[in-house]
């Protein structure tokens, strides 16, 4: 009902006035701001969350986050071209609602093979936008590291883990001792692991059996442990310092906070800040040759001779 009545506002607001009201931008957008409301404007580096629908010259509508169920989110940066709607953002401030024009010629230039049917030369992409949420990067990285902080905790108590945990972060549980060697920094391991996040979606294995059962599409996958050179940085950091603590043959839970695993920027389906649990088998240990530790110099061990009296025989 809030959807259907705020479009209905907004369609009333356009109506209301001539296209000639529109303001310009200075990379060729036009704009209309439909509320004025009071408190700061965004800036530079905030986080806007904000809810957009996007429609064609014909008001045919091409996405929505209205329908997709969620506002998006986006950090303020100097504008590059008309479309990234970085001019406008600063210009409101929370709550605000705007409608914002942008010629399709300006989006397509130098791409025009990429232009669709539905947008012809000279025709308009409009974007109606209604600002949520306005955070500076400091307060947005706090809130984001407290929801990993109460993810992770949530997960640890629903499985009703365990853990050890390392000065770095890591924690971990193992599932299934061996007393077989553990690999050294440089040494080659075969490993069998899932990966999931901490609402249990699983988002890669090694195993066919858990892959098909979480349902994960991995054409040509090759179902096999995945060979690892330890302790050269080839997997994430979670992994390097998590493989040292295992013996070959084992097996281990790994819970590997966002700062060791894919921090701030996330990897394909990873968002950002997210803790990852793996499920792990350290399944063979491959040695290479290690330069011999050198052995501590020998102390010499200074005896004190005792000088003995000798008796002098008395005849």
């Known amino acids: 009902m ?3 009545l705020f479009i209905l506002a907004l369609i009333l607001a356009v109506n209301a006035k001539a296209q000639s009201d529109l303001q310009r931008t200075p990379k060729g957008a036009s704009y209309r701001l439909f509320t004025h409301n009071t408190g700061d404007r965004i800036k530079l580096n905030d986080i806007v969350t904000f809810q957009f629908i996007q429609k064609t010259d014909k ?18 940066v100097p504008s590059e071209k008309v479309g990234d709607l970085m001019e406008i953002f600063p210009l409101l401030t ?41 955070q500076s990067l400091t307060d947005f990285i706090a809130d984001i590291k407290a929801a990993e902080t109460k993810g992770s905790a949530k997960y640890i108590t629903d499985h009703k883990l365990v ?37 249990d979606k699983v988002f890669d294995s090694s195993i066919e059996a858990d892959a098909k059962a979480a349902g994960l599409q991995q054409p040509g996958r090759t179902y096999e442990p995945l060979q690892v050179v330890v302790g050269t940085s080839s997997v994430i950091p979670g992994w390097d310092e998590g493989l040292l603590l295992l013996n070959e043959g084992s ?3 790994f ?20 803790t990852l649990v793996f499920d792990i088998e ?18 010499k061990i200074m005896v004190k001779k005792k000088t003995v009296a000798k008796k002098t025989a008395i005849n």
Request: glycine residues 6%.
């Open 2 to 4: 809030k959807y259907i």
């Open 59 to 76: 008001d045919s509508v091409l996405a929505s986050t209205y329908t997709a169920g969620h506002p998006v989110q986006a950090q303020i």
């Open 94 to 134: 929370i709550k605000d609602s705007a409608m914002v024009v942008v010629p399709t010629d300006s989006i397509f230039k130098g791409n025009e093979d990429k232009r669709p049917a539905f947008f012809p030369k000279g025709s308009k992409l409009t974007y109606i936008l209604k600002i949520e949420k306005v």
């Open 163 to 199: 853990l050890k945990a390392t000065p770095s972060g890591l924690r971990y549980v193992i599932t299934k001792p061996s007393l077989k060697r553990k690999p050294l920094k440089g040494d080659t391991v075969l490993v069998n692991y899932t990966g999931r996040t901490v609402d």
């Open 251 to 253: 097996k281990a839970t």
């Open 255 to 274: 819970i590997i906070p966002s700062s060791l695993a894919y921090g701030e920027q996330g990897q394909g389906e990873i968002r950002p800040f997210s």
């Open 282 to 299: 350290l399944v063979k240990v491959k040695p290479t040759k290690h330069a011999a530790t050198p052995k501590p110099p020998l102390k």
